[in-house]
T-cell receptor, first 109, second 114 residues
Framework: QKEVEQNSGPLSVPEGAIASLNCTYS??????FFWYRQYSGKSPELIMF????GDKEDGRFTAQLNKASQYVSLLIRDSQPSDSATYLC?????????FGAGTTVTVRA | DADVTQTPRNRITKTGKRIMLECSQT?????MYWYRQDPGLGLQLIYY???????NKGEISDGYSVSRQAQAKFSLSLESAIPNQTALYFC?????????????FGPGTRLTVL
């Protein structure tokens, strides 16, 4: 079992809709969780992180964490064409990040 | 200037050649990482270093070696390149001391082994 698993995608959503991305992790001791966005051929850039159970909102993005279920998600509200990218979930264990394979999102105009 | 730089940005080499990818950072971070990315596989950790005297293997270290020449410099070497090492390679840095510190990535090196 991989340490970090993401829904495989690709995920296609119409402009203005909500995109929902899911991530599960295997290590119950994981301390914090990051969502990165990566445009094709570019380096990943941080969208947000979360380390407490519940929701965390930043603009159009909401991260949700449920440690009991070992589940973290990212919601993108009012999706825009510029949100079309691959989204990587990362989990901190022993002060290093483990990444999921990513979910590719396409926002249709 | 970019905080994390990688050289070269693109490299084409032949099977059996030794090559080195270099990473420099001006962020003052003590932790540095090398990842490779293959389509559909996300980022896989090759090696990481928490300070100049600390080097650790990651998930996929076979065929690779690293050198931490200074706090700001971390190099990745392929001793004898093979075609399945064709990938996008990223260097990253992170400050120590807190589990929620952001990890910053360099622009990447696209390596092709023929």
């Amino acid at each position: 079992q991989k340490e970090v698993e993401q829904n495989s995608g690709p995920l296609s959503v119409p402009e203005g809709a909500i995109a929902s991305l899911n991530c599960t992790y295997s290590d119950r001791g994981s301390q914090s969780f990051f969502w990165y966005r990566q445009y094709s051929g570019k380096s990943p850039e941080l969208i947000m992180f979360i380390y407490s159970n519940g929701d965390k909102e930043d603009g159009r993005f909401t991260a949700q964490l449920n440690k009991a279920s070992q589940y973290v998600s990212l919601l993108i509200r009012d999706s825009q064409p510029s949100d079309s990218a691959t989204y990587l979930c990362a989990v901190v264990n022993d002060y290093k990040l483990s990444f999921g394979a990513g979910t590719t999102v396409t926002v249709r105009a | 200037d970019a905080d994390v730089t990688q050289t070269p940005r693109n490299r084409i080499t032949k099977t059996g050649k030794r090559i080195m990818l270099e990473c420099s950072q001006t962020k003052g971070h003590d932790r540095m990482y090398w990842y490779r990315q293959d389509p559909g596989l996300g980022l896989q950790l090759i090696y990481y270093s928490f300070d100049v005297k600390d080097i650790n293997k990651g998930e996929i270290s076979d065929g690779y070696s690293v050198s931490r020449q200074a706090q700001a410099k971390f190099s990745l070497s392929l001793e004898s390149a093979i075609p399945n090492q064709t990938a996008l390679y990223f260097c990253a840095t992170r400050a120590g001391g807190a589990f929620d510190n952001e990890q910053f990535f360099g622009p990447g090196t696209r390596l092709t082994v023929l």
